[in-house]
């Protein structure tokens, strides 16, 4: 249903809903309220740029994980074959970062990631005739050296993987 608009005294026509909004006087900004919204608007920036940061680095980590051809560049590697979509392996590639942390010499160890959903991981996972939910031990020199497959802790993972090192560590 529309408004009616009916004339006042003056012929100008006003709307029968409430005052004319043209005619209200606008509050002029105070220097405190102004420097109130722009440490508001400096904060939101912050927020913005902060969180597209962490996902960029987040996509980078993930490019890193996902080069297999790291393999044998001298680093000991722990491949884990990974499907997104496993809670199994998402478990596992829980477990083998936090056993990864907990390690003291944890940056002599490379941890890579091989995606069974794109034709790479499914090719890698296949040369190895290996399923998800599996973890392959590398040599620095890129020999595999150990599997191990099916979910574990990251106690036990910690174990294996300080072993792993001792072992097979630079060459």
């Known amino acids: 249903m529309a408004k009616k608009k009916r004339k006042t ?40 740029g902060g969180g597209s940061w962490f996902f960029v680095e987040e996509v980078r980590a993930t490019m890193r994980e996902s080069d297999l051809t790291q393999i044998g560049n001298g680093i000991p590697s722990i491949v884990q074959i990974h499907d997104p979509q496993c809670s199994q392996c998402a478990a596992l590639q829980r477990e083998s970062r ?5 390690m003291a010499g944890s940056g002599q160890l490379q941890f890579l990631v091989a995606d069974i959903r794109t034709t790479k991981g499914r090719q890698f996972a296949a040369s190895h005739n290996v399923g998800h939910v599996t973890l392959l031990l590398f040599d620095a020199n890129g020999r595999r050296r150990g599997v191990l497959s099916g979910p574990n802790t990251s106690e036990t993972l910690t174990g294996v993987f300080e072993r792993h090192l001792e072992r097979y560590g630079r060459s």
Not at 98 to 102: D, G, K, N, S, V
């Open 9 to 48: 005294k003056g012929g100008q026509a006003k709307n029968s809903g409430g005052a004319d909004r043209n005619n209200v006087p606008k509050k002029k900004l105070s220097r405190r309220d102004f420097i109130s919204n722009v440490g508001y608007g400096a904060l939101g920036v912050a927020i913005v």
């Open 98 to 102: 936090e056993a990864l942390c907990e």
